[in-house]
């Protein structure tokens, strides 16, 4: 079992920068390969950015590359992404997820993928 939580959300205006945390505690860190995925009101969650288990390879949807960056430190058990150039249309609620099974990069874009979710942190980008 693995419990993630997130923190760093919060109000932005556009242009801005935030950066997200996902605390992970239980089974031991390095075994997961980490997603952020992020749900608008009204619309299915998508997929924003992936990391493999050593940070290695990371992967991003199109409408965030260049502007942010996922990471991890798995000494500290934690992942993070940090976001810059917010728009308007990033605000959402932010889940991180874990994925405990070898993925390739196609899976690690599909949420049925992840065994473990947090609890969702919203960021808010105001015009």
């Known amino acids: 079992q693995v419990q993630l939580v997130e923190s760093g959300g919060g109000l932005v205006q556009a242009g801005g920068s935030l950066r997200l945390s996902c605390a992970a505690s239980?089974?031991?860190?390095?075994?997961?390969?980490m997603g952020w995925f992020r749900q608008a009101t009204g619309k299915e969650r998508e997929f924003v950015a992936a990391?493999?288990?050593?940070?290695?390879?990371?992967y991003y949807a199109d409408s965030v590359k260049d502007r942010f960056t996922i990471s991890r430190d798995n000494a500290k058990n934690t992942a993070y992404l940090q976001m810059n150039s917010l728009k308007p249309e990033d605000t959402a609620v932010y889940y991180c997820?874990?994925?405990?099974?070898?993925?390739?990069?196609?899976?690690?874009?599909?949420?049925?993928?992840?065994?473990?979710w947090g609890q969702g942190t919203q960021v808010t980008v105001s015009s």
């Open positions: 990391i493999s288990r050593s940070g290695s390879s990371t």
């Open positions: 239980g089974r031991t860190f390095l075994w997961y390969a």
């Open positions: 997820a874990a994925a405990l099974r070898l993925l390739g990069s196609s899976a690690l874009r599909d949420d049925r993928s992840y065994d473990y």
